[in-house]
């Protein structure tokens, strides 16, 4: 697999500031989000960067700052699939430290220019053992995140193209929003099809059907929901 570049960065006032609002580590007390700040670090990364392989040892686990990456595994015949894609203000890599594993499951590529910050796993995993409250943060979180993987199961098993694509765009929306909005697709869109387990050819008709429908607007990567209720009855005829 292919590095692009990855620059290492300082954690400056802004960056730090984000991460003390990030959920895994709000319940730190300030002396020990002052030790893991000290073990931690910022990586600017370019399009198309290996944050890590699969297999490859687990050192950190990260917050997305900006751009996006994607999160994929090696099938037995050697194709890549898309398992994630991280948005920013997201974390990942925490289940795999959590569970007690000491090699990454999928690896990690920037889709966009990207910017992460490394949490060093060991200092986080010692912090975690003396803290009740951090411990029931982490289980709160792999909790929803255990709630998403069977409702992702549902979707990828259970539903056809339309409401696999439909159900992924109005997840980058509030979920009371009712106005017609855009959507910036950060990956590309066989990324995205290869993440909705569909081929690129069918996320295209697909994407033209909804537009000739008047439900949504195609421009290049950016995608205006037009009728927002209209795209929710619409997976909703499929539940």
Known sequence: ?????????????????TIRQCPLLQPLPAEDFDELIQQSHAKQLSENAVLFEQGSPLTDIYLLMSGGIKLQRLAPNGDEKVIEIIRPGQTFAEAALFSGGSCYPVSAISITPSMVVAIHAETYLKLLNNSNDLCLTLLAKLSQKLHWMVNEVDRLTLHNATFRLVDYLLSHIPENSNNRTGVSLVAPKHVIASRLSIKPETLSRTLKSLAKQGLINLDGSHIELVNIEKLRQLISLET
């Open 1 to 17: 697999m292919k590095n692009s570049k990855t620059d290492r960065i300082a954690l400056n006032g802004f960056i730090l500031n």
